[in-house]
């Protein structure tokens, strides 16, 4: 495997239920930004989170790979690939105001994952916790370490957030719509931030979102899926110039962009619609869990 | 062309239950910071601003749903800024109001049917079956759904209930208080694209409330930008977007993100 | 998580069944008692006293669970007490939900001052050990069936009041109600039409189980001997006085104590089924 | 912030207490029978009944009554109980260790109960053990204490007789004691034959009490666990590499015990308002016991004083419960 993070033929569905991915495969490479984009029920989230191993309980994965770091994930004995995911990969949650414990110094937040999980001792944990809030540009980071989430700002915890995503040198971060929950002029700042952070690190990033801008801003490389299943894989680049499926360019064009009044706001056709369930239905065909 | 809508200085402040003294009233909170403006009939306003601007606040205060503590609106020339409930009810008729999340302003016990012919039923209007299936034509959703409960429809659907509800009332005014933010781009483009249907048909002003400067840049003839209670800039749409005159506006402008590689977004700096 | 929910689903369906099929095998006998039981339930014959039930040694024939010290019918006694225990079951917990769901709904949907004088009284009826403030309510009214309905309104109004309070505003900060308000609606027929229905599950399920809890507090009351005029047959009478024989004759207080127990079980469990069952919104 | 909540809790609780005191005066004012005529001999004249109710005040309007009553009250004297011919408060005040450590006794044994279900519950959240902890759960929930105490009496009193049904103490023991607490005394004074005698005797009316408690409990406190589990700072503690065990202890229940924490609060009042009849039940010698007592003796002055201490006692834990949380909960305690 050459990919950092491989995903080969991931396959997952409820427990006895509908599928939610279907064959996904997929590469990230060290040091790459790819983007999950798709509409809610696409399994953008779904990906993320199979490989953080934090599916739902009702979600199962039913066939397929995920090579990180050059490990199959799920052969792994669980406790075995906790550990594993805990010192190489992390997460950049959505919600800023509900992914930190309310009842948790940040200080502490951020240096668990080290002190317990890695072995450090608290003194380098608490020294590395405070470079990073230096690092992330949160001011008077002494006192924030000492501060409960409530007494920060949304954006503020998002920065605490992103620098506690940080704090392992994970190789691999995976980011839920991370700017979802943040006003735009926020948002610029936090995306800025993550970028800047990723490329000093050198972190492979994976990136879900359901907005096209944001995609166009932070990443190199995208997947677009419907229905769970990868329609599109490309670089950003030849995405916005021409994207290859007629899903994906329904997509664009349904995006509004206020420098041009004209584009945007088209529905998505329904004959588009149609035929990207048809291969949704099409992949369901080949797939022996019935 | 006569002016629906006309508001001068107006304030508002909420009592802040967190710094209430032990006995007596609450001190307020400045909320609106004295707004005038005036909106003509047949005007789709744009009003946006990030959160605690205090858009959706006065989205409320122009229907009545929450009252000024200063200044002046006026309805089609009627001071409604301090009318009681009551003599209220009669006007209530002519401005209509769409939610946000369809889930919780939809009653989850009702029928659709139900739901759109509420209202009519209140206000007296006859044919109320068919004028329930007319809104229902309107915003392209079968006439069978009025048998149907919400938690039956998609998100996409509820809103479209939503402005059936509102534009079944044939009022002069609508707010649409955010209603797109939680729905997918393709159900988005489709409600919008509806709403500017409707506009365009049945003559509606309309007070389109969000935080996505983009979608107001599609369907209003008009945009306010509001920042800490304050309008920064209010101006018609093509204007204010070939050349945003305020430093918040640009601000807000710069920030959003284009689906456009080429956009220029110096990442690196800052 | 389907899986649990599939096992809990099916659970439902047979729960709903099973208290459904007793509260009505109970109605049945309580409504025929005086047709079908076995003995007149007040027939004391000290020759046929503690006679065991039907499966034991020197059980009589006719007496099929059996006679107490004073050679009165279990079975008929049992029969003939939930005539009473229903009675005070359906009419104390009919009149506490009006009761109690009107002062709620009004506190917990119109507020201000109305609001605060019912949520203080409610404070200081939370304050009384509602068992102690019923045996009180007694020795005031006297024993009889009226006062027993009466204790039972008076404490337990607060139970509905402080869900459906609470539920109410829960509800009131719904856009649906901001919704009905800007259609120009009034607010007593907002709370009537958007808030009451959605309330109405809530007050369902606190209507049989408030059903269960009078039908407990009569026997709490016949059991310290407040209820009913001293030899009617209540359940809780009999209770009481299986207490004292426990040693001889178990059957007098186990039989009774079974009944008791299937029909305050039943009662809770009727509204939750009925509620997962016919309630259109799924939570 | 904090000091303006305990204010504010401290005026609405003296209110909720005056009202409780109107309520009780009025009541028991209304009662038909003559208290006085009760507690003479046969044959006694009219005018020993005047002077007896001059004595004890009845003679005068209730609002009289009322004043000279709270006057006392608030002087510490709470009338003399007619029956006892002893001062109500040392009554009172004698029953009560019996009732408030049984009480304790319940509300422990639901914790750890309820906590154990509720953890349990989480821990196998999704699975059959889930559903039958859910099942348990509702049944013993929607059977009061009073039934459970019957069932109890039944199983370890009778069938299988492990444990004492009737009672406080041996009899044997009761001159052993200097205090009214035995079992905080049995504990101090390392009296283990003491202390089991005590507990075999207080288990049963205690668990009775405790039954439907831990039920709420544990359901209360799974719910919440359950959503808390949702939220995303649990899932982000899980990318961290942190076992499940870990997550529900260190993430989840912190958060999650807070609502629960308030619930406890009012069940725990319930909880002791049922010691009244499992007292009775059980004839163990607590504040609940007498209580009965006084009611069907018609000691007004006693009646009154023991509803008002019940009062006290409810309010006092809600206020302690309101201030618990209060600080426990950081968005009040660093507001």
């Known amino acids: 495997m050459s990919a950092f993070l491989s995903i080969r033929n991931l396959s997952a569905a409820i427990r006895g239920g509908p599928r939610l991915l279907r064959a996904v495969s997929l590469d990230v490479e060290v040091g790459e930004v790819r983007g999950l984009v798709g509409e809610s029920g696409a399994g953008k989230s779904m990906i993320g989170k199979a490989v953080l191993g934090i599916l739902p309980r009702a979600v199962e994965v039913v066939a397929g790979e995920i090579w990180l770091d050059g490990v199959d994930l799920l052969r792994l004995r669980p406790a075995e690939r906790r550990r594993r995911i805990g010192a190489t990969a992390a997460l950049i949650p959505q919600d800023p105001l509900t992914a930190l414990n309310p009842s948790r110094r940040i200080g502490r937040q951020i240096t668990d994952r080290l002190v317990d999980i890695l072995g450090w001792r608290r003194g380098a944990a608490e020294a590395r916790a405070l470079e990073l809030l230096n690092e992330v540009r949160v001011p008077e980071p002494e006192r924030v370490m000492r501060a409960y989430p409530h007494e920060l700002s949304g954006g503020m915890r998002q920065r605490v957030l992103i620098a506690s995503a940080f704090a392992a040198e994970p190789k691999l971060i995976v980011a839920d719509e991370p700017t979802t929950a943040l006003d735009v002029t926020v948002q610029k700042q936090i995306l800025r931030l993550i970028a800047q952070m990723q490329a000093r690190h050198g972190t492979a990033l994976l990136f879900v979102t359901h907005d096209l801008g944001v995609v166009s801003k932070v990443c190199g490389s995208l997947s677009v899926l419907y229905g769970g299943l ?50 949704v239905a099409a992949a369901d065909r080949n797939w022996p869990h019935g | 062309m006569a002016d629906l809508y006309t508001v001068s200085d107006l304030r508002l402040g909420l009592p802040d239950m967190t710094r209430k003294p032990l006995f007596g009233a609450a001190p307020r909170i400045g909320i609106l910071h004295g707004l005038s403006f005036s909106v003509p009939k047949g005007e789709v306003l744009g009003i946006v601003g990030g959160s605690g601007s205090g858009k959706s606040t006065l989205g409320r205060v122009l229907v009545r749903l929450l009252e000024p503590t200063g200044g002046r609106v006026l309805f089609d020339g009627q001071d409604i800024s301090h009318l009681p409930e009551d003599r209220l009810r009669p006007l209530r008729r002519r401005f ?120 107001v840049r599609r369907l209003c003839t008009s945009t306010m930008v509001l920042h800490q209670g304050r309008i920064v800039e209010h101006r018609p749409t093509d204007a204010l977007f070939a050349a945003p005159e305020a430093d918040y506006t640009r601000e807000l402008l710069d920030a959003i993100p284009l689906p456009d590689p080429d956009q220029r977004w110096d990442l690196a700096a800052g | 998580m389907l899986d649990a929910r599939g096992l809990v689903r099916r659970r439902l369906g047979l729960r709903l069944w099973l208290s459904g099929g007793w509260l009505l095998l109970l109605l049945f006998a309580a409504l025929l008692a005086p047709w079908i039981a076995p003995h007149n339930p007040l027939e004391q014959d000290l020759f046929t006293s503690r006679l065991p039930p039907f499966w034991m040694p020197g059980a009589e024939p006719g007496y099929w669970l059996g006679t107490d010290s004073l050679g009165r019918d279990v079975l008929s006694r049992i029969m003939h007490g939930a005539r009473i225990a229903l009675i005070v079951a359906f009419i104390a917990g009919t009149a506490t939900m009006l009761i109690g769901a009107t002062l709620g709904l009004i506190a917990g949907y119109y507020r201000g001052w109305a609001d605060i004088v019912i949520s203080r009284l409610i404070d200081i009826w939370m304050a009384f050990p509602p068992v102690l403030f019923a045996i009180l309510l007694i020795a005031v009214m006297g024993p009889g069936l009226t006062s027993v309905i009466v204790a039972i309104i008076v404490i337990d109004w607060t139970r509905f009041a402080r869900v459906v309070r609470a539920e109410a505003m829960t509800q009131g900060a719904m856009d649906y109600v901001a919704s009905a308000r800007v259609a120009g609606q009034r607010r007593l027929g907002t709370m009537l039409t958007e808030i009451l229905p959605n309330v109405l599950p809530t007050i369902g399920v606190l209507l049989t189980l408030e059903m269960g809890i009078a039908v407990i507090v009569e026997a709490i009351l016949s059991f310290v001997n407040l209820s009913i005029s001293t030899d009617a047959p209540t359940w809780g009478g009999m209770i009481a006085e299986g207490r004292l ?39 | 912030m904090l000091l303006r909540r305990i204010l504010t809790r401290l005026l609405t609780t003296l209110v909720t207490l005056l009202g409780v005191s109107v309520v009780v005066f009025v009541v028991i004012r209304v009662v038909p029978g003559n208290p006085i005529a009760m507690m003479l001999p046969p044959g006694a004249t009219q005018a020993d009944i005047d002077r007896l109710n001059a004595l004890y005040g009845f003679d005068r309007s209730i609002a009289e009554q009322y004043v000279i009553w709270l006057g006392g009250v608030l002087q510490g004297d709470f009338g003399t109980s007619i029956q006892a011919r002893q001062p109500v408060l040392r009554l009172v005040l004698n029953r009560l260790p019996a009732t408030l450590e049984l009480s304790i006794m319940a509300l422990v044994i639901a914790v750890v109960l309820g906590g154990f279900l509720a953890l349990t519950g989480t821990r196998l959240r ?87 408690l831990a039920a709420i409990i544990g359901q209360l406190l799974k719910q919440s666990l359950k959503e ?42 319930f909880l002791i308002g049922g010691t009244v009849i499992i007292e009775r039940l059980f004839s163990y010698e607590g504040l609940g016991n007498m209580a009965i007592d006084a009611v069907i003796n018609r000691d007004l002055p006693l009646i009154q004083g023991i509803v008002i201490l019940f009062a006290v006692l409810f309010t006092a834990i809600n206020l302690i419960v309101d201030l618990l949380y209060a600080v426990l909960n950081p968005r009040l305690r660093h507001a």
């Open chain 2, 96 to 215: 209509q109001m769409i939610f946000q999340d369809p889930m919780s302003s939809l009653n989850p016990r009702r029928r659709i049917g139900g739901i759109i012919a509420a209202p009519l039923q209140l206000h007296g209007f006859d044919r109320i079956s068919a004028r329930v299936d007319e809104a229902l034509d309107h915003v392209g959703l079968p006439r069978a759904f009025r048998h149907r409960f919400p938690h039956e429809l998609s998100g996409g659907q509820r809103q479209r209930v939503g402005i059936a509800r509102a534009i079944a009332m044939r009022p002069d005014f609508i707010l649409a208080d955010e209603i797109v933010s939680g729905l997918d781009v393709s159900s988005q483009a489709q409600v919008l694209a509806l709403l500017a249907e409707l506009v365009r048909d049945l003559g509606l002003t309309l007070a389109f409330i969000s935080h996505d400067l983009s979608v």
């Open chain 4, 228 to 269: 808390t589990m949702h939220l995303d700072y649990v899932t982000l503690a899980r990318t961290k590499g942190y076992r499940e065990n870990h997550v529900i202890l260190r993430e989840a229940l912190p958060n999650a015990v807070l609502p629960t924490l308030t619930l406890i609060g009012v069940q725990f009042t």
């Open chain 4, 126 to 212: 999704g699975s059959r053990g889930e559903g039958a902890i859910d099942v348990t759960n509702g049944m013993a929930l929607s059977v009061p204490d009073f039934l459970w105490g019957l069932v109890l009496i039944l199983v370890f009193g009778v069938l299988w007789p492990v444990f004492h049904i009737s009672g406080r103490v041996s009899p044997q023991y009761i001159q052993e004691f200097t205090t009214n607490f035995f079992l905080f005394e049995s504990v101090l004074r390392l009296r283990l034959d003491l202390w089991l005698d005590l507990v075999s005797h207080m288990l049963m009316p205690a668990l009775a009490l405790a039954i439907p």
């Open chain 1, 230 to 279: 990868v329609v599109e894989e490309t670089s950003v680049r030849d995405f916005f110039r021409a994207p290859a499926h007629p899903y994906s360019a329904a997509l664009l064009a349904a995006t509004p962009k206020y420098t041009d009044p004209a584009a945007g706001l088209n529905p998505v056709p329904a004959a588009v619609i149609d035929a990207v369930r048809a291969e």
């Open chain 3, 245 to 283: 024989a426990i040693h001889q004759a178990w059957w007098v207080l186990v039989f009774p104590l079974i009944t008791l127990f299937l029909t305050v079980l039943s009662f809770s469990q009727l509204g939750e089924g009925l509620k997962d069952r016919y309630d259109p919104v799924l939570r």
